[in-house]
């Protein structure tokens, strides 16, 4: 069911010190006070929300703006915007699948804010589209940048984005309007919850795969309190590791899940 949203997202109130520990790397750690010099880098790696993004094949509508008042009228410019919360770049926050329960203005903000943790799996995904993680890839990660920490945030990165936001691609359906997407594996997801990584994410519709029918990866995930990011912008730019992420969602009482603006910092070569 959707909800009325009003007035503009929260920003993220920036806390970063850059002493955050991150897996071993060879990379020199962002840092907050660098980032008005450039010398270090934000990616935003949320999309722009309009009427035009890919929704999930079942809502027929997911976004709508309407202008309230003009500058010619008014003196002043607003608008009204109504969407679903699982459309566009968003969080599904626990209470999206049970037996999560968690509603996304109760999550705890420390949990928004952790090294990133990418997992490049774009040539798997060029050849199979119906690509699941694989254990193996997870300890190809971890032989490279050491245990993944815990308080990570972890994301698939497919090359899905660059297909969006052309709808049929990205969805990628077949005549029988099945969905194929790569996404996380049960076995991939448990051992990430195993290291107690605070949120996963992934550049598609989905953190399952898109041919998945009940939504394993989902119930697990969000069953261990764990959020999702889903629709993430392009990730092409991100190190396997070394950057650092914010997830900021919108607080919305009683939300199942709500748009999210997600930056990543790191440092500029
Ligand atoms: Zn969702």
Redesign the pocket.
Known sequence: MALFVHAVLPMAAVLFSGTVAVAQSTMQKPLLEDIATGKTRVIDLSYALSDKLVPWPSDAKAFEAKVNATVEKNGYFTRSFWMLE?YGT?M?APA?FPPGTTTVDKIPAEKFFGPAVILDVRSESDRDPDYELTLKRIEAWEANHGKIPAGAIVLLRTGWASRWPDVARYRNQDANGKMHFPGFSVEAAKVLLARKVSGLGCDTL?IDPGNSSNFPVHHLVLGAGVY?L?NLADLKDLPESGAFLIAAPIKLEGGS?GPVRVFALMAEK
Do not use: V
Request: glycine share 12%; proline share 0%.
């Open positions: 699982h968003h599904d999206h989905s999702q889903e899940g």
